[in-house]
């Protein structure tokens, strides 16, 4: 699996304190399946990371990775709060993009009131090169109240990532309720962990979340794969994303999930 969203490097932010911690989370990470975490730090007022730090944070914690023989793949990328993208210039944004291609952008959805200047930003945004994604919308109060606001942002390009924990209902019922509903009404397209420790609290565990996904909409889990494997991908690889839409099953209680096969490619480029 591939976790898009990650808060692995150490005293960056606000996920692991030490080498030690951050060594745990990324030993968690590889145990639970994920080979590959994109480390996406804040970059947000009150935590202006330098893009440039990121990628020397990474490149000391690749080492650390290896002395201690965990074969974790990491990649440099960023959490960015749409109030800060303003402060990033082409060079910073390309640094801090997904994997460091320079293709997409993680912009963190506002957890209070809605973005009216969104649709804008996502055009400014194409203009320049650049993609999209949206971190947890399910966390955001507005589209807890009134998820289908997030149909039209996607139809304007946007790719939206739920988190597993969400998924699970350890984030709070409005945002286990808005991720199912996003999931439902095919208007997400990722998991990611958004891992902030080794656990208990917020753990980069995605396999639960992708299972939990699939019970939500009556599928297999493997239906739902492309969400952490060949969507990631291609993220990573700075291809255009091309989701395909999830057919909810309809099994009646107490019966299993039917088998995988749950996807159909949608009919519009």
Not at 201 to 220: F, K, S, T
Request: hydrophobic share 45%; charged share 25%; glycine share 10%.
């Amino acid at each position: 699996m591939i976790d898009l969203h990650a808060h692995l490097l150490p005293d960056l932010d606000d996920g692991p304190n030490t080498v030690g911690e951050a060594l745990a989370m990324a030993r968690a990470a590889w145990d639970a399946g994920t080979r590959t975490m994109v480390c996406t730090p804040h970059m947000i007022e009150h935590f202006p990371t330098d893009p440039r730090r990121v990628h020397a944070a990474v490149d000391e914690m690749r080492e650390v990775l290896a002395a201690a023989d965990v074969p974790l793949e990491i990649l440099p990328g960023a959490e960015i709060a749409l109030s800060y993208l303003p402060m990033l210039d082409d060079e910073e944004l390309r640094l801090a993009s997904v994997g460091g291609g320079g293709r997409w952008l993680l912009v963190e959805m506002p957890f209070q009131g809605w973005p009216i200047k969104l649709p804008q930003v996502l055009a400014d945004l194409e203009i320049r090169g650049y993609g999209v994604i949206l971190a947890h919308p399910e966390r955001s109060e507005a589209v807890q109240r009134a998820p289908d606001r997030m149909r039209d942002i996607v139809g304007r390009g946007a790719l939206v990532q739920l988190t597993a924990q969400s998924l699970l209902g350890e984030l709070g019922q409005a945002a286990h309720r808005a991720a199912k509903m996003l999931l439902a009404g095919g208007v997400a397209h990722f998991i990611a962990s958004d891992g902030h420790s080794a656990g208990p609290w917020r753990p980069p565990l995605m396999e639960e979340g992708l299972a939990a996904a699939a019970d939500a909409i009556d599928v297999h889990p493997q239906a739902l794969t492309w969400m952490v494997e060949d969507g990631p991908a291609a993220v990573l690889e700075g291809r255009p994303v091309r989701p395909p839409r999830l057919t909810p099953g309809k099994r009646p209680r107490g019966v299993e999930r039917r088998a995988p096969g749950g996807l159909r490619q949608p009919t519009r480029g």
